[in-house]
């Protein structure tokens, strides 16, 4: 299934927010995340970026992508935003440090090439 305009756009946020993720915390250790309030807050607000735009995919295009953990993104960013004082530096670095990666992966393919790409 090709993912709609609408979709596709958000499908670029997602990806882009995954990238973000994955580039801040290259080279960087657990340590280095827990001490660094800049690099902490950062990562958190990419990772809401990628839960927003998640939820705003159509449920046929997640539905039709369930290799795709709609659900769990869409849940960290609520937790993220809603429950922002339990929040746990462990659970975030590892989203970061072992599910983002996979998750470029996984939405690579889905995301159309971008208008003028060429």
Do not use: C
């Not at 801040?24 to 807050?41: I, Q």
Request: overall charge negative.
């Amino acid at each position: 299934m090709q993912p709609s305009e609408r979709d596709a756009a958000y499908l670029w946020d997602m990806l882009e927010a995954a990238r973000n993720v994955a580039n801040m915390v290259a080279g960087k250790t657990f340590a280095d995340y827990e001490n660094d309030l800049v690099l902490r807050s950062a990562i958190e607000r990419q990772v809401e970026i990628l839960g927003e735009a998640a939820n705003h995919v159509s449920v046929e295009f997640q539905n039709a992508h369930s290799q795709i953990p709609w659900r769990q993104i869409i849940g960290q960013r609520n937790v993220l935003a809603h429950e922002y004082k339990d929040i746990a530096a462990k659970l975030i670095w590892t989203v970061g440090t072992e599910r983002i990666p996979d998750l470029v992966k996984a939405l690579g393919p889905l995301v159309p090439e971008a208008p003028g790409s060429l």
